[in-house]
């Protein structure tokens, strides 16, 4: 990784000693061809730790609307009693790769827990990549929009080989090797499969409650609508949720606008943010083994249909 650079006092361009670019620089003199995860890391861990979590958690989020993810996701049981545990060794797992890189011990331990989870059900390939492009495409469009940046083009590739790595460990076929590609193959499926369904409706509905927990009980009705404001139209009605008036959309998307601009004011992050740090993960209050994380370990409880 590149030094940190000396201080110099230029109003607007550096806080503490360290450039407000420094993560850009450091990002952009590295190669997305083979050092995509070092990169990646600080995209999701520096620069932009929660921006990242939110588009990753939406991404998801959008795969609900998905009827055959959607339902299974609801036939397991998992999201009516189990959300909190549910959520959080999602995030766990899916942080440790880019967190240790592909080669360690616990990001094999992850990757295999992962593999467990969903050779326990019968999901066809063109799901597993369509979950996969949401991984690159909502992220870059989140930062695109609310960012206090977007991605630069090194950045955005190596999301693109993270994003190819993680699935090659995964034994998806067929993996775009492009962000076009990836965009492609999101936009496309979800015009061609987002539809309701009452099982995704409840896994949707049962997320958001959690989402609830996370703030002031006083400001849940403001976050839930907040929540739908960020929603577009063909996620809310594969949902079936009501349309916030476009007074409050604007406003809502205005805000984290408004955020990403002030952002850009403030200091680099000189510590990495890891998802076990957040306040709202809380099913390990004192630690956790990435072998025990999971939540479908003991074989497959529920068929498969369509």
Not at 249 to 274: H, M, N, T, Y
């Amino acid at each position: 990784m590149a030094p940190l650079a000396d201080g110099i006092k230029i109003r607007g361009k550096r806080f503490g000693g360290v450039s407000r670019e420094h993560w850009r620089r450091v990002n952009e003199a590295m190669d997305p061809e083979t050092q995509y995860v070092e990169i990646y890391r600080n995209v999701a861990m520096h620069e932009f730790p929660w921006d990242m979590n939110q588009a990753l958690s939406f991404a998801l989020f959008r795969t609900y609307a998905v009827p055959g993810i959607g339902r299974l996701l609801d036939a397991t049981g998992e999201f009516e009693g189990n959300t909190q545990k549910r959520y959080d060794d999602t995030a766990l797992l899916l942080e440790v790769p880019f967190g240790r890189g592909f080669e360690d011990p616990e990001a094999r331990a992850a990757i295999r827990r992962i593999n467990q989870m969903h050779r326990s059900y019968d999901i066809p390939d063109h799901e597993m990549r369509y979950v996969l492009s949401t991984f690159v495409v909502v992220p870059k469009r989140w930062l695109d929009d609310y960012g206090k940046r977007p991605l630069s083009d090194v950045e955005l590739r190596a999301s693109v080989n993270y994003y190819r790595e993680l699935g090659r460990h995964m034994a998806i076929p067929d993996i775009p090797d492009s962000y076009d590609g990836f965009a492609r193959l999101m936009d496309t499926y979800e015009a061609e499969h987002f539809a309701f369904d009452p099982g995704g409706r409840r896994v949707a509905d049962a997320t958001l409650a959690l989402l609830l927990t996370f703030h002031p009980s006083f400001a849940s009705r403001a976050v839930e609508v907040f929540s739908r404001s960020l929603m577009d139209q063909p996620l809310r009605e594969a949902f079936g949720y009501d349309a916030p008036s476009r007074r409050v959309e604007v406003l809502s998307r205005g805000l984290l606008r408004a955020r990403g601009i002030a952002l850009r004011a403030f200091p680099v992050r000189r510590d990495p943010k890891r998802i076990e740090d957040l306040p709202w993960i809380r099913s390990y209050p004192d630690g956790f083994r990435v072998e025990d994380l999971g939540t479908f370990p003991g074989g497959c409880p529920v068929p498969r249909h369509g």
